[in-house]
């Protein structure tokens, strides 16, 4: 049996004369208001820590690409590419398997404009609901593939732009396995 007072509510097993505290009684605004921060909280916890850096999509515009210049700079390189409509508004990329007899699916970028870097749209409550993205991203996971080099990519895209957009490239590639930390003496070797 449950009874409830104005500060706490109780409970009697049926049978036994002793009351188990179970917890304190909330008014219905109090109560809406808890389940309100509770939630808050579960969606900032699935939030990547670096979400905001996502947001703005002026910042992660960078250097935008049309979708034809994207292709030209990728065929430069991969000369067997392969590019074929995706989904709406989307190209795909795709390699043939080294025996000749299949393709590879790459990945997209947009058909029209892409930016340099992705960024998140969010709907009402800051949650990312779709990503835009960004060409950098794609040859990243072409580099990270073993599609390309970052040699390669440099020289056919350029360096990336600085600043905080540009720091996730560069973690991206320090974290890819066996991944030499360029030099500066190494990075006036290149340049030349």
Request: aromatic content about 8%; overall charge positive.
């Amino acid at each position: 049996m449950l009874i409830k007072t104005p500060q706490r509510m109780l409970f009697r097993h049926p049978g036994d004369d002793n009351l188990v505290e179970i917890g304190e009684v909330l008014s219905k605004k109090e109560e809406i208001a808890r389940q309100k921060e509770l939630t808050e909280s579960a969606i900032a916890r699935r939030r990547a820590p670096n979400h905001n850096d996502f947001l703005d999509a002026k910042a992660r515009l960078g250097i935008p690409l049309e979708g034809p210049q994207i292709i030209e700079r990728l065929r430069r390189l991969l000369p067997t590419l392969h590019v074929r409509d995706g989904a709406a508004g989307c190209l795909a990329y795709y390699l043939p398997t080294p025996n000749g007899e299949s393709l590879k699916y790459l990945g997209w970028t947009y058909r029209n404009t892409s930016p340099e870097y992705s960024s998140y749209i969010v709907n009402s409550r800051n949650i990312a609901v779709q990503e835009r993205r960004g060409w950098r991203t794609f040859l990243l996971r072409l580099i990270l593939a073993g599609v390309i080099t970052e040699k390669q990519a440099l020289r056919a895209f350029g360096r990336p732009s600085n600043g905080i957009v540009g720091k996730y490239w560069a973690k991206a590639l320090w974290e890819k396995p066996n991944h030499k930390r360029p030099t500066a003496q190494a990075n006036q070797q290149e340049n030349r």
